[in-house]
Every structure is written in structure tokens, then in C-alpha cells.
């Protein structure tokens, strides 16, 4: 079973496979359904695919756009580009890129994405006979349904969402930015207004009132929680499911990582049968920005624990504050991304959650050696650490 990490940009992707993926999935500059993401060029794309294959990681792109008619032009060439480079796999919702897909791209193997809403063994088989290779299961499927799809299609590979933001409608089929801001989820460019705060008022029924809790802010009566399935994986690696996703494409790099890290983790105490420290996992997922988790639909098709009601407000314990991007015997040079100082008490994590470290900082030297009382974003500075250093570390600290 494999572990599938977003690579919103470049750099994202590099320490999503430095912290355990084995495969990642990316987007092109057009018809990948994140508009607000870096995405890739066409020389990164290039530049994507050669590290991911030296590191034997797959890549997959999403094309999973809901074409118009002007853009049917368009996808020809992209796909082929697509095809001259050696992607792993295309990632496809929509009918029409499907059958361009095949024609133009004609090596890669299509995936359907989560957008084609598959929810049941008999849609799954019709994307087989198709050609599909792997169907992104809809999130909103309990584990007796992907159980059933698995045995009814067994030739089909299965991927599920394990961990990330969940849409109050299915998988961001869903009208609402387009309806108050004019951004188009099913274009990729969601503002996000199921977390806004609202208040429901029925103007001809003064007297009756949909039971819902407020705060002084308004109400969240369409707040997704977050998904993690992190206590589910002896279950998900039972039913045979050939790759677990991680949501988050626009994401920070260190959310990548540490979410990637985490899973692997997980899985490699199920698979080598060693006890692990299931609350020292959680605790790491606890030490990212994230709403309130939920197990989602996976136990049964109802909404009752998947919706935030109170607030909409990420959950931030611990900041990403940069990451060592170079070591020197002991010293280490961090690219500040947010403010530490003399005295914090700093973490740095690792691909092998073994050997983070917790650092209490001492002296902080800036590039021209000279010592500084605190750091500046997008800077470089310098640490002496007293102790053997693995790479790609990543710095983060408990938000004071
Ligand atoms: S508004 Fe909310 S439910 Fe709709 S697509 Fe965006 S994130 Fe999903």
C-alpha cells in the first residue's frame, strides 16, 4: 500500500519524498483544480518526474478540470507533453479529458479522480472496462462499501483519502464560491465560504428557528472537519486498498512532511508488527495547523461527527518556523520562515521521528558570523548543535 503525499510546488514534493512518500501527486499550470497553488511549469514537471524516478518514487498529475469547450483544444498537447516526459499516472474526472487522454497519452495509466464521485462497485467497473487503472474512492464511503468495491473489482486498484480538509458537499462539487464570490470550486479556485460565518434567518417564520449553536461571531453550520484515518490503518492495509492520499496541496512544506512521516511511520510498525506509540503519532498530527478531526464516513454513511459547528478556526499549536538547509559539522544553517530567539525552545524533526530533536536556543549567528538575539523571515542563520545531525531537517516551536 503505498503512500500518496501532495506536491504543491517543487520544494514540497522534494521533502515530501525525503520524509517517506512513495508517490506523489502534482498539477501543471492549467487543468489541475488548484488554481491558488504554485503548481508546475513545464520545466519543473520535467525537472518533478526525473527526481521522483532516481528516487523510485511515482508521480501522478491531476487533470481533473471539468473541461469547456475552450479548453478542448487546449489538452492535446499538454497531454501529450504529459506523455513525452513519463508521468506515473494522469489523474482524470471528466469523460471528455478521459477519452483525450487516451488518445494523446496514450502510455500513462489514467486514474479516476475523487471528483468522478465513485461510490459504488458498479461505476468503479464501468471506469474499468474503460481502462481506468485506480478509482479515487469518493471520501464519503463507509469501510464496508470499499471493502465490497474491492471484491467486486479486484483488478481495479483503490485509493483513499486518509488524512485533510473535507468538503461539506461531494468532494467540492459544490456552487457556493462560485454563488458569493465568483471563484469556481470546480475550477479549482474555492475561497472556502462553507468556514465563513453565517446566521440563518426564514423571513416569513419569525417564530420558527433551525437549532444551531453560535458564537459572537455568527455560526458554522457547514464546517467540515478534518479527516484522519490514522487509527483505521490496520483496517484500510486489511482490505487490500493499493494507495492512502493525504490531502493538502496547498499546504506547507512542513505539513507535508510531518503528515507523510507520520503515516509512514504508522504503517511500518503494522507491517514489521512492532508496538508503536499510537498517541506519540496522533500528537504529531496534533502539531500541524488542522480542524477538529473526524474518522469521516468511514464507519457509517452519516453526517453526525463531521461537521465542526463551534468555529472554523484552524487548531495552531506549534509554528513552522524553517528549515536546515545546510550542516557543517555541527553547525546548522536554517532558512528562517518565521521569528525564533535566544532562549526558545526550538524542535527539529526528521524523516525517522526517532531523532527529533529538542533544541533550547543559546546563540544564533547570522550569515556574516556575527551573533543576533533573535532570527527574521527569509533569512539565513547559523546554530551549534551539540549532537550527531541527520539531514533535511525540518524547525518548528510550540506557538507561545
Ligand atoms: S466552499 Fe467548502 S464545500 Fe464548497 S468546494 Fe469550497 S471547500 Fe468544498
Known sequence: MEILSPAGNLEKLKYAIKYGADA???????????????????????????????????????????????????????????????????????????????????????????????????????????????????????????????????????????????????????????????????????????????????????????????????????????????????????????SIKIEGRMKSLYYVANVTRTYKSALDAIKTRKDKDNHKLRAELDKISHRVYTEGFFHRFEAIDTQNHLSSAYIRNYQFIGEIVEQKENFVYIAVRAKFEIGDKIEIIFPDIAEDLIVQVEEIFDEDDNLIKFTKPNTIVKMYIDSDIPIHGIVRMKIK
Open 24 to 242: 506523489v501527486y502534482t498539477a501543471g499550470k492549467e487543468f489541475g483544480l488548484r488554481a491558488q497553488s504554485a503548481n508546475l511549469n513545464n520545466n519543473e514537471l520535467k525537472e518533478a518526474v526525473n527526481f521522483c524516478h532516481k528516487n523510485d518514487v511515482k508521480i501522478y498529475v491531476t487533470v481533473n478540470v471539468f473541461a469547456h469547450n475552450s479548453e478542448i483544444n487546449k489538452l492535446p498537447s499538454y497531454l501529450e507533453f504529459l506523455d513525452s516526459v513519463g508521468v506515473d499516472a494522469l489523474i482524470i474526472s471528466d469523460p471528455g479529458v478521459f477519452v483525450l487522454a487516451k488518445e494523446h497519452a496514450s502510455q500513462i495509466p489514467i486514474h479516476i479522480s475523487t471528483q468522478a464521485n465513485v461510490t459504488s462497485w458498479k461505476s468503479a467497473e464501468f471506469w474499468k472496462k474503460l481502462g481506468a487503472k485506480r478509482i479515487i474512492l469518493a471520501r464519503e464511503l463507509t469501510k464496508f462499501e470499499i471493502r465490497e468495491i474491492k471484491k467486486k473489482v479486484p483488478d481495479l486498484e483503490l485509493e483513499i483519502f486518509v488524512h485533510g480538509a473535507m468538503c461539506m458537499s461531494y468532494s467540492g462539487r459544490c456552487l457556493l464560491s462560485s454563488f458569493l464570490n465568483g471563484r469556481d470550486a470546480n475550477r479549482g479556485n474555492c475561497s472556502q465560504p462553507c468556514r465563513w460565518e453565517y446566521q440563518l434567518q426564514e423571513k416569513k417564520r419569525p417564530n420558527e428557528s433551525f437549532p444551531i449553536e453560535e458564537d459572537k461571531f455568527g455560526t458554522y453550520i457547514l464546517n467540515s472537519k478534518d479527516l484522519c484515518l490514522l487509527d483505521q490503518l490496520p483496517v484500510i492495509l486489511d482490505y487490500d486498498i493499493d
